[in-house]
């Protein structure tokens, strides 16, 4: 499997570009977008899926999101063969794309942590190793982007218990099936994760520049 990687940072954006980039969303989103009091939230959750368009258009030759359902836990994704998924955090934004098979990503800033405010989500083992870690955060993070990573390709998300997810197993089996996984660093203090139902070979990076993603016109609902 291939995963095409686009993403962003999502630095100040002017009030004229985000309506510009509002009018490419389904109105269901933009209803959800324009309800976000946190600027920094409405900015990462717009260029999400303008990123996914740009993705879209730039792999396919289409950039409409009218394709897009959603399943019982709300996970969006393609009636087709190709999947995506989506994370921010702090002022990246990640958008993770495959011609087919399934795929989840999660991308996290390392910033000092207090483990013990999560230690429900870690098993007896992950634990311990996080209690020994000469680096905890990049140890936290590294074990969490894991289990949302896969969480999110399995399309379940946080209705799965992240303690089931065992960061020592790979692959992870979760009811049966088997999530491969790949972990890297984006931009020196953002860990990153894929998930995917085949092993993953090779990621491509494709980053897109903020202000050129508002401003791109020609995207369709």
């Not at 291939?2 to 570009?17: K, M, P």
């Not at 996984?181 to 998930?195: C, G, N, Y």
Request: contains cysteine; proline residues 3%.
């Amino acid at each position: 499997m291939q995963v095409e990687i686009f993403y962003t940072r999502s630095s100040s954006v002017s009030s004229a570009l985000i309506e510009h980039a509002l009018t490419s969303l389904p109105d269901k989103l933009v209803k959800r977008y324009r309800s976000f009091h946190r600027l920094q939230d409405r900015i990462n959750g717009i260029a999400g899926w303008l990123l996914l368009m740009k993705a879209t258009a730039t792999l396919s030759g289409h950039c409409s999101l009218s394709r897009i359902e959603y399943n019982l836990w709300k996970r969006p994704y393609f009636s087709g063969e190709a999947d995506f998924n989506i994370s921010h955090s702090g002022d990246c934004v990640v958008c993770a794309y495959v011609e087919s098979g399934s795929v989840g990503v999660d991308v996290e800033q390392i910033t000092e942590i207090k483990p013990r405010e999560f230690r429900q989500v870690f098993s007896e083992q992950e634990w311990n190793l996080l209690e020994n870690s000469w680096n905890v955060p990049g140890l936290f993070f590294r074990i969490w982007t894991y289990k949302e990573a896969i969480m999110k390709a399995d399309g379940r998300g946080l209705n799965l218990e992240p303690k089931t997810i065992g960061w020592d197993y790979h692959p992870c089996i979760v009811d049966g099936k088997a999530w491969f996984t790949k972990e890297f660093i984006l931009e020196q203090d953002f860990q990153v994760t894929l998930a995917g139902n085949e092993a993953i070979e090779k990621y491509v990076l494709h980053q897109i520049d903020i202000e050129e993603l508002f401003q791109i016109s020609q995207f369709g609902r």
